[in-house]
């Protein structure tokens, strides 16, 4: 029994290490394609079922925990759809919900921060910063409202100024695909 448990921990402590190996690994090519390959299908599955989507809206966008598609697997691991997908995410080429997840993950926020790089400007930022004053004398907003809006701001700017390390080299890999990301984004609304 106990050279059981030792095999189940050494099993266990193997996956952990690769999978924070997989993490620290460049978002490769694969993946992105299987991302693109996989949108089509989870969008007619979504269709079927119509899952609830049960993100606040007003919550403030940290790109360095921005988790769409982890949040998404969380809520369709108790769904009835859940053996729907895992087929539709390995006939796409990915080996498991959280390496769908994952890569997920990583290809929003390079795709995000590119398409808020492309639109800000250094006279949008400018523009946003007279905006963030003419805000907070508005009487009419509550403190809350203007506190979100404001950190919503800030944290858009401070995205395009200090992008992270990891993000910029998704980027990289991304850049190639980012029409084709555009399009099916487009196709999914």
Request: aromatic share 8%; no cysteine; charged share 20%.
């Amino acid at each position: 029994m106990q050279k059981i448990r030792s095999l189940a921990i050494r099993i266990i402590l193997l996956l952990s290490i690769s999978s924070v190996a997989y993490a620290d690994s460049p978002l490769n090519v694969n993946d992105i394609q299987y991302f693109m390959k996989v949108m089509p299908p989870l969008q007619l599955l979504g269709q079927k079922y119509n899952f609830e989507n049960g993100a606040e809206q007003n919550q403030i966008m940290d790109i360095n925990n921005f988790t769409p598609m982890s949040n998404a697997l969380e809520i369709i691991q108790t769904h009835k759809a859940f053996s729907e997908f895992q087929s539709i995410i390995h006939t796409a080429g990915f080996s498991s919900p959280q390496h769908w997840a994952t890569v997920g993950d990583r290809i929003m926020r390079a795709y995000i921060s590119l398409q808020t790089a492309k639109n800000m400007t250094p006279k949008k930022i400018q523009d946003m910063t007279i905006s963030i004053e003419e805000m907070n004398k508005n009487e009419y907003l509550s403190l809350e409202t203007k506190q979100n809006i404001q950190n919503n701001l800030n944290n858009m700017i401070e995205m395009v100024r200090n992008t992270p390390q990891d993000i910029k080299n998704d980027q990289e890999t991304l850049k190639p695909f980012l029409t084709q990301l555009e399009r099916l984004f487009e196709e999914q609304q």
